[in-house]
């Protein structure tokens, strides 16, 4: 059984659906970042750098992982799939994971900051990360003009860009015209797991798990 250690952002969304996707059991536990609850002590005993999401694997003696992308790559191989073992095909899986967590993450989250909650607007840097998240989507456009998938077959690379790129319209850049990524982004929501896993935690469920959290970390944290 994993614990998940999680919020409703598109980091938090990665680790979810890829458990769903895999299929491994999981219990959530919501952080609730308005109250800090990632930078109280009990949560930095897993994440020292008190980010969401974060996971312990009660199965592997009490095994923490925390980074979404590191998380996905523990799960997939867990499972046994979304992340091939040969080498070349595992390093393309990797290399459109990356792309995600070096580049559109950071792009379209810093757009999402001077866009969205800034409370003076800095057109300047509103311009650089909006167009630097356009040009990182048409990338993948560009590549998804001759593959159906980033990466070979389905993988983690997917699950993971296409958390992010999803709410596009959140950080304020439009995908027109980029025909073989909306046809890409139409697939994954269609898939059942995608759905699930981009409702958990439960819009109306989003409250501190604190209390419960701390008691579970009795027994896991020493």
């Known amino acids: 059984m994993i614990d998940l250690y999680t919020a409703r952002t598109p980091n938090g969304f990665k680790a979810t659906v890829t458990l769903e996707e895999l299929e491994i059991p999981y219990n959530v536990l919501a952080i609730n970042l308005s109250d800090m609850d990632q930078k109280k002590d009990w949560f930095l005993k ?43 095909a595992r390093s393309r899986v990797i290399q459109w994971l990356m792309f995600q967590m070096g580049g559109i ?44 998938w980033l990466a ?32 890409w982004l139409e697939v994954i929501n269609a898939r059942p797991a995608c759905q699930k896993g981009v409702n958990i935690p439960p819009e109306e469920e989003v409250v501190s798990d604190t209390d419960k959290a701390k008691e579970i970390l009795k027994f896991v944290v020493k």
């Open 46 to 88: 897993i994440n020292p750098n008190g980010r969401i999401p974060a996971i312990i694997d009660r199965d592997n003696d009490d095994f923490a992982v925390f980074e979404s992308g590191a998380i996905m790559m523990y799960l997939a191989d867990k499972a046994g799939k979304l992340l091939p073992t040969e080498t070349k």
């Open 152 to 183: 070979g077959d389905f993988s983690i690379a997917d699950i993971a860009n296409w958390c992010w790129i999803r709410r596009h319209d959140w950080s304020g850049f439009s995908l027109d015209g980029l025909d073989h990524l909306n046809r």
């Open 105 to 148: 993450g950071p792009m379209m989250g810093q757009a999402n900051v001077f866009y969205r909650y800034f409370p003076e607007k800095y057109q300047p840097a509103i311009d650089r990360y909006q167009n630097e998240s356009r040009r990182l989507c048409e990338v993948i456009d560009s590549h998804l003009a001759d593959n159906e």
